[in-house]
Nanobody, 122 residues
Framework: QVQLVESGGGSVQAGGSLRLSCAAS????????MGWFRQAPGKEREGLGD???????TYADPVKGRFTISKDYAKNSLHLQMNNLNAEDSASYYC????????????????WGQGTQVTVSS
């Protein structure tokens, strides 16, 4: 069974940084499209960006220039580096994966992590 396990969430002040991690198998890291999503209370789930099998990344406009997605093959992990955080970034953050790039882009990947909470105080 494919599993993704997020970690690294927490509380931070506005302007600060956090780095989220998503533990995955070597097979997932090398063969799936992977991405990060978030969902705040009362809001729809939002795609933040993704990384393909060649480690090329794309980002949604709200986080472009502040968030960076990367893979660590030595630790079998996907990372989301978040800088210059603001209160609007407070949400539950999820990593996800799918063989199909467009399923990920449409927000319906078939593999999800359990989520990790990020709270930004102003």
């Amino acid at each position: 069974q494919v599993q993704l396990v997020e970690s690294g969430g927490g509380s931070v002040q506005a302007g600060g940084s956090l780095r989220l991690s998503c533990a995955a198998s070597e097979y997932i890291l090398s063969n799936y499209y992977m991405g990060w999503f978030r969902q705040a209370p009362g809001k729809e789930r939002e795609g933040l960006g993704d990384i393909n099998k060649a480690d090329s990344t794309t980002y949604a406009d709200p986080v472009k220039g502040r968030f960076t997605i990367s893979k660590d093959y030595a630790k079998n992990s996907l990372h989301l580096q978040m800088n210059n955080l603001n209160a609007e970034d407070s949400a539950s953050y999820y990593c996800a994966a799918d063989f199909n790039r467009w399923a990920l882009r449409r927000g319906v990947p078939n593999v999800w992590g359990q989520g990790t909470q990020v709270t930004v105080s102003s």
